[in-house]
């Protein structure tokens, strides 16, 4: 992107508004444990995959050399990290399946990319908003009550991945392309499992689903 504004490419500035939006998504979260005390609801396996994928983000943007990446995932880490152990300082308990899976399939990934000259951690990372849709989704639309379900959290998250894939675009960055799609794709399905869908029309289309896949017997 060639365009500029105030003296700033356009990259620039959309670089700043993505640490922006990505430093507002970390920590309505962390505030929240600390005001209430209470870690209920809360899942320590996605904050400690959240923390992993930001940390592997922030590498790879090391190694790129794309300076608002690396500030665009380092500037959530604090918050996270901190998340985290309140939860579970507060009764949470972490499996450490999930968040060990998935830090070993980055390490895995950066191995053979150097090994053989690929590019595949563009895609493993451009996918790693997953760890953290994927369940959320599923939850909400299988859920008959999502009154605990903060919108504001799935507008700054569609906003910030239109953010980083514009940004990505421009700056020749796959992996941001990858995931704005996934991330803006998830959070359209909790925007619409809360404002669209009623709660038993919701349960019963999973359901139906559910029971339509199985097979018979």
Not at 47 to 70: E, M, R
């Amino acid at each position: 992107m060639s365009a500029r504004l105030f003296g700033q490419s356009a990259v620039d500035l959309l670089g700043l508004l993505s640490v922006i939006l990505a430093a507002w998504f970390a920590l309505p979260q962390l505030i929240r444990l600390r005001r209430t005390g209470s870690a209920a609801g809360v899942s320590a396996d996605s904050l400690a995959n959240s923390l992993i994928s930001l940390v592997g983000w922030t590498l790879y943007g090391i190694g790129h050399a794309k300076p608002w990446v690396v500030v665009a995932s380092a500037v959530g880490i604090p918050a996270t990290a901190l998340s985290l152990v309140l939860v579970l300082r507060l009764g949470g308990r972490m499996s450490w399946q999930a968040p060990g899976i998935w830090a070993s399939t980055l390490m895995l990934t950066a191995v053979i990319d150097r090994v053989f000259g690929l590019a595949l951690i563009d895609i493993v990372l451009g996918c790693s908003i997953l760890w953290f849709v994927a369940p959320a989704a599923t939850t909400a639309w299988r859920s008959p009550d999502v009154s605990g379900l903060s919108p504001q959290t799935w507008v700054v998250l569609a906003l910030e991945a239109s953010v980083f894939g514009v940004y990505g675009l421009g700056a020749h960055v796959f992996a941001d392309q990858v995931y704005a799609a996934t991330s803006i794709s998830g959070a359209a399905l909790v925007l619409a499992r809360i404002y669209v869908f009623p709660p038993r029309a919701a349960v019963g289309l999973v359901d139906g689903f559910a029971n339509e896949s199985l097979p018979a017997r």
